[in-house]
């Protein structure tokens, strides 16, 4: 990661849609490592914005798991379910700049638009410029402004986006009202002062459009490193979705000499027989992003 003058803040934001699988634990040791390797600040965030999909009970089980599993995070937790007003704020400052307009596309409407990287619909731009007569808005979104957004990972290397070409105009609030999870993560990094972010590489494709919010914010521009995920033999991503198991409670310090490996660590063999303590001395003595593989995704086939 780029050497920063600014002491070290590092955060895991895990979304409570299911229990803690092995791809969650990998990107809370990174990040966690990442934080605490340099002397800094790892902080615990439940991103549960998006209320839907938010499964009773997950966010404890989370944090539980957490806990039995030796993490320890800085200051409390916090829950964007709370943080609203900080959204709404923000969202106020994007309008009042002249950024967002309303959108009465529907999902049927937008369904033969062009795909962007992350699988979600291209904003065709249909509503850029005003309404179409005798509609509403449904949804509001960010008017995109042309140009590439570069940034190096420190996993993934040089990363060069266009959004506006790539996504278009993305969503800032749904039509639901909720605020969308692209403006959330910019404006709790920013606010909680987080300067580098550890996570997973599914999400790599969302960084363009978090940085060009921060951009457009006013707010600094934190340093970003993505992991591999961890995909099943299919090559699916680890998730709720593809019926990732929750970790084994039952040995965490297996279950993290695992996530070690993954992360291209190189623990000794024996490590994982040493006790939770002897792992995460050795992990935080011996933790460097350099040996992490430069991958977006590798199998593993003990966690599926
Ligand atoms: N809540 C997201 C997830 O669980 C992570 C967001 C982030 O780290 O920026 O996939």
Same mark, same amino acid.
């Given at each position: 990661?780029?050497?920063? +003058?600014?002491?070290?803040?590092?955060?895991?934001?895990?979304?409570?849609?299911?229990?803690?699988?092995?791809?969650?634990?990998?990107?809370?040791?990174?990040?966690?490592?990442?934080?605490?390797? =340099?002397?800094?600040? $790892?902080?615990?965030?439940?991103?549960?914005?998006?209320?839907?999909?938010?499964?009773?009970?997950?966010?404890?089980?989370?944090?539980?798991?957490?806990?039995?599993?030796?993490?320890?995070?800085?200051?409390?937790?916090?829950?964007?379910? @709370?943080?609203? +007003?900080?959204?709404?704020?923000?969202?106020?400052? #994007?309008?009042?700049?002249?950024?967002?307009?309303?959108?009465?596309?529907?999902? !049927? %409407?937008?369904?033969?638009?062009?795909? @962007?990287?992350?699988?979600?619909?291209?904003?065709?731009?249909?509503?850029?410029?005003?309404?179409?007569?005798?509609?509403?808005?449904?949804? $509001?979104? &960010?008017?995109?402004?042309?140009?590439? /957004?570069?940034?190096?990972?420190?996993?993934?290397?040089?990363?060069?986006?266009?959004?506006?070409?790539?996504?278009?105009?993305? /969503? &800032?609030?749904?039509?639901?009202?909720?605020?969308?999870?692209? &403006?959330?993560?910019?404006?709790?990094? +920013?606010?909680?002062? *987080?300067?580098?972010?550890?996570?997973?590489?599914? #999400? #790599?494709?969302?960084?363009?459009?978090?940085?060009?919010?921060? =951009?457009?914010?006013?707010?600094?521009?934190?340093?970003?490193?993505?992991?591999?995920?961890?995909?099943? +033999?299919?090559?699916?991503?680890?998730? !709720?979705?593809? #019926?990732?198991?929750?970790?084994?409670?039952?040995?965490?310090?297996?279950?993290? *000499?695992?996530? &070690?490996?993954?992360?291209?660590?190189?623990?000794?063999? %024996?490590?994982?027989?040493?006790?939770?303590?002897?792992?995460?001395? $050795?992990?935080?003595?011996? $933790?460097?992003?350099?040996?992490?593989?430069?991958?977006?995704?590798?199998?593993?086939?003990?966690?599926?």
């Amino acid at each position: 990661m780029t050497p920063s +003058a600014l002491p070290v803040v590092g955060r895991f934001a895990p979304s409570p849609s299911g229990p803690l699988h092995f791809g969650s634990m990998v990107a809370a040791l990174g990040s966690c490592l990442s934080a605490h390797g =340099r002397g800094g600040r $790892w902080l615990l965030r439940i991103e549960d914005v998006d209320t839907p999909r938010t499964l009773a009970g997950a966010a404890d089980g989370i944090l539980r798991t957490l806990e039995g599993f030796g993490f320890e995070w800085d200051g409390p937790v916090v829950w964007q379910s @709370a943080r609203t +007003a900080a959204y709404r704020e923000a969202f106020a400052c #994007l309008q009042a700049d002249g950024q967002v307009f309303g959108c009465a596309c529907t999902r !049927k %409407e937008m369904a033969d638009s062009a795909l @962007a990287r992350d699988g979600t619909r291209r904003y065709p731009g249909t509503c850029r410029n005003g309404l179409p007569p005798g509609r509403e808005a449904r949804a $509001w979104r &960010l008017h995109v402004p042309p140009g590439r /957004v570069v940034f190096d990972d420190g996993v993934q290397g040089p990363i060069d986006e266009d959004v506006a070409a790539d996504v278009g105009d993305f /969503v &800032l609030r749904r039509a639901d009202g909720l605020f969308a999870y692209q &403006l959330a993560v910019v404006v709790d990094d +920013a606010e909680a002062g *987080v300067t580098e972010v550890v996570r997973g590489a599914d #999400l #790599l494709d969302s960084t363009a459009r978090q940085i060009l919010l921060q =951009r457009l914010l006013g707010y600094p521009m934190p340093a970003y490193a993505h992991l591999p995920v961890a995909s099943n +033999a299919a090559g699916e991503k680890l998730s !709720k979705q593809t #019926l990732a198991r929750a970790v084994d409670g039952a040995d965490p310090a297996r279950v993290l *000499v695992d996530a &070690l490996d993954f992360l291209g660590q190189s623990p000794p063999a %024996e490590l994982a027989q040493s006790g939770l303590a002897a792992v995460w001395g $050795w992990a935080r003595a011996h $933790w460097t992003l350099a040996a992490v593989p430069r991958r977006r995704s590798v199998p593993v086939s003990a966690y599926g």
